[in-house]
């Protein structure tokens, strides 16, 4: 009885497994995000949702196998090994941004590695990677940027623009006094210059 139960609660368990390997499935599949399981060893892509194939023109299907030099071009793919080396090795969540030219434009990509480890305690044996495209914050992120310094260097030029008044109206308030009392008309006359100078 106790063998016919232990198997019960088994097949009951494996049977849940399935049901939540389908369920992450399908969330990955829907996903906003650019999503590939990697072997840790080997960096070759296991998995790749629809959105990681579209981000460089191929299908799912033909992107599992391939290691990074043969979907991203040199420069980009040994940046990536190293990423991906890097997280595996502080087997912590990792983040990085790429700049990538897609279809002629700019595109940056949020990235974020985290290692997998299938037994507790053990090295990671698959990376997983998620990519958010936030170009549009960025460039929003930029346009601020830009905006609070032409709005700083438009204040700058305002202060500027009141000190130089000011000066100008202590200088006159000085020629007033040194018109009025001769007897101080020299010093007030060195006095005015070194404030016209300022």
Known sequence: TYALLDIERRRQAEARMSEAQASLQRIIEAAPMAISLHDARTLKILQANQVAARSVRRE??????????????AALAAQRRADMEAALASRELTQREYRVE????????????????TQPGQAPDQLLLVATDV????????????AAIAQREMLVKEVHHRIKNNLQGVAG????????KPEVAGVMSEGIGQVQAI
């Not at 170009?135 to 830009?146: G, N, V, Y």
């Not at 308030?173 to 009025?180: D, E």
């Open 60 to 73: 799912p299907e033909q992107l599992v196998g391939l290691a990074p030099e043969q979907v991203l071009d």
């Open 135 to 146: 170009t549009e914050q960025r460039a929003a992120q930029e346009a601020r940027f830009e």
């Open 173 to 180: 308030l000085l020629q007033q006094i040194a018109q009025r």
């Open 102 to 117: 897609h279809d002629g434009a700019a595109v940056v990509w949020d990235a974020r590695y985290l290692p997998l480890a």
